[in-house]
């Protein structure tokens, strides 16, 4: 019988980072990338055969900051497309490589299910501060003498710390979802769904209702939130490249968080333990799952039918003292 923690089967939302589709040290060749999503889809694919329903995001931080460079690199030749039409094409990239590799490893284990890759916009606000604001990194880890030049001519770059530095650009909060209806009728027909990838396609809405594409990259984990609320999932699950959220990271000190209490969580946070545009936004969009009644496991992607059934990774729930 197909279990959750309880036993059941459960609506699964999947986010998978931007690192899970890359090698191990980043590289981002066709190859490197079709390598590592085909492993990744192995672990999808495990946790659909266990029974669950399962739906999928993706990041895309690497591959987005790649495509923006090429264009920089080659706009004296050919015109230099904007940075949400970057977005629009990683996620028609990944969405098709993710379902080349997931159809073949449902199959092996005896699975048909119908599946589907959707080029999803995000609203964001015109007037987000965070327009103002970079936060998201995107692209190759550089040498700080490596990323100056390219400071100098006016784009902004952020120490990343022991893997370098990285361009960041801005983040604006994902609002709504514009293709959800088309999401929910695809998941509700029993496909499985990749969707929102990249956060989104950032779009603001003009005076007159209609959309238009903005340059930014949504923060794909805020945007998971907000899909796995709205399509009424049981469980978020971040999939990234450790195990847990830990406290004290990087410190002698350091120590994986497992069940943790929204209160606990909060706290926490408040108090600086997470890294911003890396571990930061993945508890903040954990909690905002939670609060709505959910519950959210930040993992690695090898573990993430464990975190299901067994509450493998860090979970945040709400308790009763919440
Ligand atoms: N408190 C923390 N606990 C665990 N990992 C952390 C923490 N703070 C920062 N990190 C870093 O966050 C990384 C995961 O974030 P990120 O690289 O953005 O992942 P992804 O591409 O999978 O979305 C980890 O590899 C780790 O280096
Ligand atoms: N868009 C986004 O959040 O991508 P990453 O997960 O790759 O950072």
């Not at 936060?135 to 100056?148: H, Q």
């Not at 350091?254 to 545009?277: C, D, H, I, V």
């Amino acid at each position: 019988m197909p279990a959750g923690p309880g036993g059941e089967s459960v609506r699964v939302l999947v986010a998978l980072g931007g690192n899970a589709m890359t090698a191990a040290d980043g590289s981002a060749r066709p190859r490197d990338q079709v390598e590592a999503i085909t492993g990744a889809m192995e672990h999808i694919a495990e946790l659909v055969a266990a029974g669950h329903d399962v739906v999928l995001t993706h990041g895309n931080g690497p591959q987005v900051g790649n495509l923006l460079v090429k264009n920089e690199l080659a706009a004296g030749v050919v015109p230099p497309v904007p940075l949400d039409w970057c977005g629009a094409q990683t996620q028609g990239t990944i969405g098709f490589t993710m379902l080349d590799a997931l159809e073949p490893a449902l199959r092996r284990r005896g699975v048909e299910r119908p599946t589907a890759a959707l080029v999803t916009r995000t609203l964001v606000a015109e007037d987000d501060p965070h327009f103002r604001e970079p936060t998201k990194p995107i692209g190759r880890y550089l040498s700080e003498d490596e990323a100056r030049p390219m400071i100098e001519h006016g784009q902004q770059w952020e120490d990343r710390g022991e893997k370098g530095w990285r361009r960041v650009v801005a983040s604006p909060e994902p609002r709504e979802i514009i293709d959800l209806p088309a999401i929910r009728a695809l998941v509700e027909a029993g496909h499985i769904v990749v969707a929102a990838g990249g956060g989104g396609i950032p779009v603001v809405r003009d005076a007159d209702g209609s959309l238009r594409g903005v340059e930014a990259v949504i923060d794909k984990d805020l945007t998971a939130a907000l899909l796995a609320a709205a399509l009424g999932c049981d469980i978020l699950i971040i999939a990234t490249d450790v195990d847990h959220a830990m406290v004290d990271y990087g410190t002698p000190d350091e120590r994986p968080l497992g069940f943790t209490s929204l209160a606990q969580m909060q706290s926490y946070a408040a108090s600086g333990q997470f890294a911003s545009g890396s571990m930061g936004p993945k508890v903040d969009a954990a909690m905002r799952f939670a609060q709505t009644g959910g519950r959210s496991i930040i993992t690695s992607l090898a573990h993430i039918t464990d975190a299901v059934e067994h509450e493998f990774g860090t979970v945040i729930d709400t308790s009763p003292e919440d």
